[in-house]
Nanobody, 116 residues
């Protein structure tokens, strides 16, 4: 199983980025997907999650209204649209795949830097 994140980079405060996560090697449509992030010196935290068929989403309070998670099961992709970015959003963003009673899969992350 493999998850590969992309789309990170340097963006100014108030800007937008769209992260992508490409999945392979497992039955993507059977897994709930989520994005986590880890800022320097901080613990990894949940950003957003989406159910296996995309009918249910959840967000950390600080991301509600700014971030949107979505998925395309046909393409085996999950996305994170990030708007109104703040310097405190600077972190490595990770993609995770989970299913009941199974071990989670993690990607290696993509760095997002919000700075002027």
């Amino acid at each position: 199983a493999q998850l590969v994140e992309s789309g990170g980079g340097l963006v100014q405060p108030g800007g937008s980025l769209r992260l992508s996560c490409a999945a392979s090697g497992f039955t993507f449509s059977s897994y709930a997907m989520s994005w986590y992030r880890q800022a320097p010196g901080k613990e990894r935290e949940l950003v957003a999650g989406i159910s296996s068929v995309g009918g249910s989403t959840n967000y950390a309070d600080s991301m509600k209204g700014r971030f949107t998670i979505s998925r395309d099961n046909a393409k085996k992709m999950v996305y994170l649209q990030m708007n109104s970015l703040k310097p405190e959003d600077t972190a490595v963003y990770y993609c995770r795949a989970t299913r009941p009673l199974g071990m989670p899969y993690w990607g290696k992350g993509t760095l997002v830097t919000v700075s002027s």
